[in-house]
């Protein structure tokens, strides 16, 4: 047989299979601190929709405080939670993602185990845990959104605020249910309160072991000047007027957690659960 005739190997036969699938190349793409923030917001959202779950119907029956008195109230944490973000991602870049993580995280496990704590009539207790758990939400929400800006190419950014959105309504969905599966009892809603405890304990250790600072924080910055670098956004009119639409949105929505959770249980349409 001539040489030119011997058949030849076809080196790259397999190479199909050895080749990894698209959708390992898409989510793969992604570096490590991505996946490690969006484990954060996972388990947060898991401790904080967990909480809302059983909060109002706690809040009203076993502790006994007045329905208007927990309207008014939650309408505070609600202004702590989108109002503080505006000030917190300017500081984290004075003193770095990872300080102010760990801020954030801390104050969030010292409000809800605070939450596990409050007794029947004790309403000044309640106001200093949902203190703890408003600042800590909000100092959390603008560094995990900067942090994916950071850590992910332009090309690549929808994708990722995408699989960021999964993960929050991955952990509004499966966490709540869960809880309620289990703690069904109301005399049981003291533990879910230490479940949200767990959850941002949980997010410390990776914090403490696998978060770095994406971008390196700037001492030399001049508080004055870190809460400065946020004005050009307000001086937008029209991104402030859709700050204002977003805004409305999320505070009707949220005060469902005041009031629906006791229409469900007290007109019969649901279980406790």
């Not at 190997?9 to 992604?30: H, M, N, R």
């Not at 703690?183 to 309160?193: E, G, I, N, P, W």
């Not at 870190?226 to 009119?237: E, M, T, Y």
């Amino acid at each position: 047989m001539a040489k030119d005739d011997e058949p030849k190997v076809i080196e790259d036969a397999d190479s199909s299979e050895q080749e990894p699938g698209k959708l390992t190349q898409l989510f793969g793409s992604f570096k490590k601190l991505f996946w490690v923030v969006n484990a954060f917001e996972l388990f947060e959202r898991g401790a904080y929709y967990g909480t809302m779950a059983v909060l109002a119907v706690h809040v009203v029956l076993n502790l006994g405080i007045a329905r208007a008195a927990w309207g008014a109230f939650y309408s505070f944490l609600i202004i702590l939670l989108y109002f503080l973000p505006l000030f917190a991602a300017a500081l984290a870049d004075k003193f770095g993602y990872k300080r102010m993580l760990i801020i954030a995280f801390s104050s969030m496990a010292i409000g809800y185990t605070t939450l596990t704590l409050v007794q029947p009539g004790q309403f000044s207790l309640l106001v200093v845990a949902f203190l703890f758990v408003g600042v800590g939400a909000g100092m959390f929400k603008p560094i995990i959104s900067a942090s994916i800006a950071h850590v992910t190419p332009e090309e690549k950014r929808n994708l990722a605020y995408s699989i960021y959105y999964w993960m929050i309504n991955l952990g509004a969905m499966v966490f709540p249910f869960t809880i309620g599966v289990m703690f069904a009892d109301t005399a049981l809603y003291y533990y879910v309160f230490l479940v949200s405890t767990g959850l941002i304990a949980t997010n410390l250790v990776i914090l403490f072991f696998l978060f770095t600072n994406p971008v390196q924080p700037m001492p030399e910055l001049k508080v004055s000047q870190a809460l400065q670098r946020i004005v050009p956004a307000l001086r937008d009119k029209w991104f402030v007027t859709l700050l204002v639409i977003y805004a409305g949105f999320w505070f009707m929505f949220a005060y469902n957690h005041t009031f629906l959770p006791l229409m469900m249980v007290e007109f019969g349409r649901m279980p406790l659960w």
